[in-house]
């Protein structure tokens, strides 16, 4: 029976794993191997990760991946990808070539300003609330200077600050709506302290500071990505036919948020595999861009679509708030390494390889679902996996690739075709 404990995080990493081997399995020392298979042998290296983050008992390992041939504005870049699902880095790859053949991908950064704000209560009059606002603002500013003053070197800063009266929807409440410019960093801990620096300097009596905290809604920090081609290069037949099924999937998933969910789900795989990569936060970055995907209203499409005289044109605007210095980018090693592999990306840079990333993968999956279907190309993928999960040898493995290369794979079909090879002795 699973028990409770008062002080978990005070105990040694080891009391804490024999504490959980203990109380929570039946065979400790088993649950004890697995923990510690994980470890890595440099117990510097480990030290690091274990100090991310509180109670580190053991590592958890993705597949870190690598994209070659992604071209970007004339500019060729190998990206990183970390991701388990089978099939999205095959598919990012497939594409990005298929893409680097027809003049490649064409992006620019819209707009890079982020959010905080500070919520407040206040009983008083508007005109009375207004007039202190006016008349604080330069202070307010001010009071920030120590804190901003190196980020204004490299260009960042506060933008403005506005007082919002949100009254009509909830009684006494206002914020200060505050725009930041970050320049290379992510910029979250920038934004917090400054936005509680400025609830400080501006709280009263009669005003209650509810709380300060920056906004992952960033529809200002947008980049847009784009590929386009004849349509008679898109596919090798049926051309015609084909890109208007593509064009149509697209309309499809910008009025059917049923399908638009799954549709952003296939550009996430791309976009969260590259913000993990390089030490971003790709929980910020999901509820901003779902945010995004339903700001008018309805859940729609990241992805536009047209065709016109004959040349197909796709594309994707999404919000991404993204940083190549600060946070975890320069501590964890893989994400340092994923930087340097692609020369050091500015923040905005960076920015439009992730959309690219989306983009591609969205591609990938429209073509491969208005054509072929999903299964076929996924399927192929899954199939190593259930081969190991049957634990075949290198011999078996090699038999049932072979077996499979022109049948529908499912665990079943694997499973029964392996039995069959043992019953009969095949090999
Ligand atoms: C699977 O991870 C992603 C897809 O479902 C995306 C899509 O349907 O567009 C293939």
Known sequence: ??????????????????????????????????????????????????????????????????????????????????????????????????????????????????????????????????????????????????????????????????????????????????????????????????LETIAQEFKRDDIQIIMSILSNYVPNCLVRAEVSCKVTDLYKDNADENAQKFLKAVQIAQIEPYRAVTHNKGIMNGIDAVVIATGNDFRAVEAGVHAFAARKGTYQSLTNCSIENGIFKFWIEVPLALGTVGGLTALHPLSKFSLEMMQHPSAKELMQIVAVIGLAQNFAALKALTTTGIQHGHMKMHLTNIIKQLKATETETLWLMNYFKDKTISHNAVREAYQLLKQTNAL
């Open 1 to 194: 029976m699973p028990k409770t404990i008062n002080g978990f995080s005070k105990l040694s990493k080891d009391a804490k794993i024999q504490w959980i081997a203990e109380h929570m399995f039946t065979n400790a020392e088993d649950a004890i191997t697995v923990l510690k298979q994980y470890w890595n042998t440099d117990d510097k290296l480990q030290k690091l990760h274990d100090d991310f983050v509180e109670n580190t008992v053991s590592n958890f390992y993705l597949p870190f991946s690598i994209v070659p041939n992604v071209l970007i504005n004339n500019k060729v870049y190998a990206v990183p990808m970390v991701i388990e699902e089978s099939s999205v880095v095959a598919a990012a790859s497939l594409t990005t070539k298929f893409w680097s053949k027809r003049g490649g991908f064409k992006a620019e950064v819209i707009s890079t300003v982020k959010v905080g704000q500070v919520h407040f209560l206040y009983d008083g009059t508007k005109a009375d609330l207004k007039h202190y606002f006016e008349d604080k603002k330069p202070r307010l500013i001010e009071a920030t200077n120590a804190i901003t003053k190196n980020m204004r070197k490299r260009g960042g800063g506060i933008l403005d600050i506005e007082l919002r009266d949100k009254t009509e929807q909830l009684a006494q409440y206002y914020q200060l709506h505050i725009t930041f410019e970050t320049a290379d960093s992510m910029g979250a801990n920038f934004i917090n302290t400054c």
